[in-house]
């Protein structure tokens, strides 16, 4: 998708899309996106700026939670507009004198990307100048284990993202590839799935005369159960 505002096109990439490809210097070292990560989930979001106190209370979240990313065969890696030692500062403050919601002493071990120039945010649609000119929004992309964009969230500046859904959405887009099946609202491992709606009047027909297993409030809305431990098992392997 594309937008022009003030003269400058931004793109945004789509759900579906190849994740748009680029090096970049991190505070753990250069990395080579998304080809590094061939294999795995990766998130990819971003942030304003460093020493902004939204932001700071989002990073030391998701450091937090990395080890539950982890084992969802998911890595994290952070963008800011910023420079690299600017990034090293604010992570060394993070550790060494934030407190927030209970967490302290949290290091960031997982890449933060240094954008000073904004080309890669500017590549993932993460600069929308209405909002600002000069900093990302808080932009989360959810990409495959193929390097294909499966879903995108974006924030503005003064909101602080919910790591529940980041979380929720990531298992449940793993819960779909795995077993087939689409997950309904607020849907948490346990809860009953949604099977694909019928695709022929034969099936619409044998769906509403009783099919093992499925529950259906009508031809087009049917459910299944699907077992948490088998969820949590099949997804949480690593
Ligand atoms: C923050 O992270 O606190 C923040 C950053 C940019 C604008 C507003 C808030």
Redesign the pocket.
């Known amino acids: 998708m594309e937008t022009t505002q003030n003269q400058e096109t931004f793109s945004i990439p789509r759900i579906g899309d190849k994740a748009p490809e680029f090096i970049a210097t991190t505070t753990q070292g250069e990395i080579n996106f998304p080809s590094d990560y061939k294999g795995k989930w990766v998130i990819l979001f971003s942030h304003?700026?460093d020493f902004?106190?939204?932001?700071t209370s989002e990073f030391m979240t998701f450091a937090h939670l990395e080890e539950k990313f982890n084992k969802a065969n998911c890595k994290l890696v952070g963008l800011s507009i910023d420079g690299l030692y600017s990034h090293i500062a604010w992570l060394r403050t993070i550790k060494e004198k934030i407190k927030f919601n209970g967490m302290k002493d949290i290091e960031v071990k997982f890449p933060l990307i240094e954008d000073i120039s904004m080309d890669i945010a500017k590549k993932y649609g993460m600069i929308q100048p209405g909002e600002s000119k000069t900093?990302a929004v808080r932009a989360v992309f959810f990409i495959d284990p193929k390097g294909i964009v499966r879903a995108l969230i974006y924030y503005p500046?003064?909101l602080g993202r919910n790591f529940d859904e980041i979380y929720r959405a990531l298992i449940a887009m793993q819960t779909s590839d795995k077993f087939g099946v689409a997950t309904p609202a607020d849907w948490y491992p346990g809860n009953d799935v949604i099977i694909s709606p019928a695709g022929s009047c034969g099936v619409a027909a044998e769906r509403m005369s009783g099919t093992d297993g499925l529950e259906c409030e009508d031809w087009f809305f049917c459910t299944k159960k699907l077992d948490k431990d088998l969820v949590l098992k099949e997804i949480l392997k690593n």
């Open positions: 304003p700026a902004t106190p939204v932001c900093q500046l003064s």
